[in-house]
């Protein structure tokens, strides 16, 4: 039965300590594994912009001994004179995996009914997996554990990378504050939240949704932020974005407010000045580009996962 990868929870808790601990040998010998996908092929289905995952998607299919292939959909025929169904299903005769960045989180829910083959999802509205991954993984060399430590993400709480950290955190059992504006433009959906609640009265997990920037970031061992521009946000809403997460901004206060140890994460893009300041991201807390390297050797462990090859 193929698997695929649409939200981190798509894996068990003790799936995703497997990928993590493949991907941290991968890392140390990636030369065990350089014909591990040989003759293979992963289709990149993009819809919007990208510098780190398809770039880290192509470097490690070629070192895994296969193939990446970059399609943008942006102006394909895709769900217009050609069906998502079909598409799915053409290139299930081609590829070995299948893999979207899209805006629409129906739109990869589909890829993956109609696939034969596994289907990642690359960033939609709803998850980024591979960055939740990567960024679980980066955690874990950093601070020896994910366990019981405390997370806080500040600024966009209506975002796919603050989703699908906190299913992980919820997966996990971990404590975590989001500190965003109060609004449904802002905070995380309904449909998140109960996802949440779900996971985390099985696992014991704290989430808290809160507007206080400040107690969010108390005791906290890992600061993260994301753009308050995500991709396809119109540029005029801008300025009313800026004045809504000004409040969320990780900056100096934050990081002193949160443990001595802290460490600052962002999946990047990053905009210094705005979801933090370039004394943070610049900073000794910041490990912002240890976490985009991991991006390379987490999906390389999760392809290697979806094709079966532990
Ligand atoms: N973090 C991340 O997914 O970056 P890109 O948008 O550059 O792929
Ligand atoms: N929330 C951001 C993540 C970028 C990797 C976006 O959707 O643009």
């Known amino acids: 039965m193929k698997r695929n990868l649409l939200k981190i929870t798509d894996l068990t808790k003790k799936e995703c300590e497997s990928i993590i601990n493949k991907a941290i040998d991968i890392k140390k010998h990636p030369e065990k594994y ?3 996908l040989k003759k293979e092929t992963l289709l990149m289905f993009f819809e919007k912009p990208s510098l780190r995952t398809r770039i880290s998607f192509e470097t490690g299919m070629f070192e895994l001994g296969g193939q990446a292939i970059f399609y943008s959909i942006k102006d394909s025929p895709l769900g217009k004179k ?10 299930s005769r081609y590829a070995n995996v299948l893999a979207a960045r899209v805006f629409d989180r129906n739109d ?17 509205d709803f998850a980024h997996p591979c960055q939740i991954m990567s960024d679980f ?8 554990k994910i366990n019981d430590l405390k997370l806080s993400f500040f600024g ?34 309904e449909i ?7 996971l985390s009265e099985k696992s014991n997990a704290k989430i808290r949704v809160l507007d206080d920037a400040k107690i969010a970031a108390k005791d906290s061992d890992v600061i993260y932020t994301d753009s308050w521009m995500s991709y396809g946000i119109p540029f ?10 000004l409040p ?13 140890d802290a460490i600052f994460m962002n999946c990047l893009p990053a905009m210094r000045g705005y979801e933090q300041t370039a004394e943070v991201i610049d900073g000794e807390h910041s490990i912002v580009f240890d976490q985009a390297e991991n991006r390379l050797h987490a999906q390389k462990a999760i392809l290697l996962f979806l094709r079966d090859k532990f």
Not at 236 to 245: S, T
Request: charged fraction near 30%.
């Open 34 to 36: 350089f014909s591990s």
């Open 82 to 91: 050609e069906s998502i169904e079909d598409m799915a299903r053409v290139v």
């Open 108 to 124: 990869i829910w589909s890829l993956a009914k109609y696939a034969s083959i596994p289907v990642i999802n690359m960033l939609d």
């Open 137 to 144: 993984m980066t955690i874990k060399e950093k601070k020896g």
């Open 156 to 189: 966009d709480g209506h975002n796919n990378v603050t989703y699908d950290l906190m299913r992980a955190a919820a997966l996990y059992g971990l404590k975590m504050d989001v500190a965003c504006p109060k609004g449904k433009e802002y905070s995380p959906e």
């Open 192 to 198: 998140v939240l109960e996802e949440i609640k779900v």
């Open 236 to 245: 005029d809403k801008e300025e009313v974005r800026k004045k809504m997460f």
């Open 248 to 260: 969320f901004q990780v900056n100096e206060e934050i990081i002193e407010n949160a443990k001595s």
